[in-house]
């Protein structure tokens, strides 16, 4: 049985849930309510995991799974495996998953079938682009979850027209108080700029399977960030630096001089880079948000088809470039001519996601 009160399990694998579960987790140490995490080491890499534990200082997760590398399937399947045994031991009251990975699938599927009531932050985003495997993730976790916290009203609409069984809370992304509450630490803290032998640059994050597995897209890409016309700072994912290497693009990026490759940074270095850069270009979704806190306003070319977070374009921080070269070249350059004003307004909420999402469970679950 779960405990009288409020029990929650965090379900989570990645760098990016790390990140926007750290202000929920401080939110739910505030109100004292009782909650262990269970983190799937979908990301095993200690730069993608154990490091923004320490950084955000939050506990060791009480359990690891040591899910590691694998097919989707294989992935899917060990985490099930794994929450189902923690969750017959240790039922909870409610089970909370973040965003689109593997790890938060096999949360919310571990959790419907022992009818423990599921909670998904980040609920009803969609990029209707098929070829991903987080737009089945996602859309799957939103219609098995209980509580659905959606960051926008776009979101929010969507999860309606889809009619999901559970409710719909708009609440804001804890992406953007997770910015604010580290933002100034980063700017005093972090030393990375000493690092960067640019004054100009542009920060460049790519590891999307569709972009980074595909050679022709990769390789169109590598071409782009040679002829841009600012140096670029690019912290690489470990998935990005194995197939440039593997499809032999690496040595053209690390002999450009006007291109500083990094492993993947901590938070407070990414922080700080992005503050300090010209503009943003990525296939990131966090980044893509990130951008638009109003501590940060800068602008991001997604090199992406489509984008889950089109709020952002429309509030005209951001723009989907798709990943052709001559494209992305021509509309930086229309950019250099002419950038655009940012909003003071994040469409991502206010910074107070965190503490909404759990004012909501409190109420809901109402123990
Ligand atoms: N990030 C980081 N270091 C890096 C690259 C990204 O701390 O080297 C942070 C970034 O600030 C954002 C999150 O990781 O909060 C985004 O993660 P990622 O791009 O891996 O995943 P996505 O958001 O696309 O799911």
Redesign the pocket.
């Known amino acids: 049985m779960p405990r009288n009160s409020l029990d929650i399990r965090i379900i989570m694998g990645?760098?990016?849930e790390i990140?926007k579960f750290a202000p929920i987790i401080r939110e739910l140490k505030n109100q004292n309510i009782y909650f262990d995490v269970i983190f799937t080491d979908q990301h095993f890499d200690y730069n993608l995991s154990k490091k923004?534990f320490e950084e955000l200082e939050l506990d060791n997760p009480k359990y690891h799974l040591n899910i590691g590398k694998g097919t989707q399937g294989e992935q899917t399947g060990k985490a099930i495996i794994g929450i189902d045994k923690i969750l017959i031991k240790e039922p909870s009251n409610l089970v909370l998953v973040q965003?689109d990975t593997n790890s938060s699938l096999a949360g919310a599927l571990a959790a419907v079938k022992l009818h423990n009531k599921i909670g998904h932050i980040e609920a009803g985003l969609r990029s209707y682009d098929y070829r991903m495997p987080e737009e089945y993730n996602r859309r799957i976790i939103d219609h098995i979850s209980d509580l659905l916290f959606a960051p926008t009203e776009k979101s929010t609409k969507i999860l309606e027209n889809e009619n999901v069984w559970g409710k719909i809370f708009c609440t804001g992304n804890p992406?953007i108080d997770?910015c604010n509450q580290h933002f100034n630490y980063a700017e005093k803290k972090s030393e990375i700029l000493s690092n960067i032998p640019f004054e100009n640059y542009i920060l460049v994050?790519t590891?999307?399977a569709e972009n980074v597995d595909n050679p022709s897209v990769l390789n169109n890409l590598v071409g782009t960030f040679l002829e841009v016309p600012i140096p670029i700072v690019f912290?690489a994912?470990p998935r990005t630096i194995n197939r440039l290497k593997q499809f032999s693009l690496y040595k053209k990026l690390i002999n450009s001089k006007k291109i500083l490759i990094l492993p993947?940074?901590?938070?407070f270095?990414?922080?700080k880079l992005?503050y300090h850069c010209a503009f943003i270009i990525?296939?990131?979704?966090?980044?893509q948000e990130?951008a638009t806190a109003p501590i940060m306003r800068k602008f991001t070319f997604v090199i992406r088809k489509t984008t889950d977070r089109p709020e952002s374009c429309e509030l005209g921080f951001s723009k989907v470039v798709g990943t052709d070269k001559d494209v992305i070249l021509t509309n930086i350059k229309e950019f250099l001519r002419n950038p655009p004003k940012l909003s003071n307004k994040s469409p991502y909420g206010d910074g107070k996601a965190s503490q909404k999402i759990i004012s909501i469970i409190i109420k809901e679950l109402d123990i």
Do not use: K, V
Not at 282 to 287: E, K, P, R, V, Y
């Open positions: 990645t760098r990016p990140i923004f965003g992406i997770a994050t590891h999307r912290p994912h993947p940074i901590g938070y270095d990414l922080l992005m990525t296939d990131s979704g966090g980044i990130e």
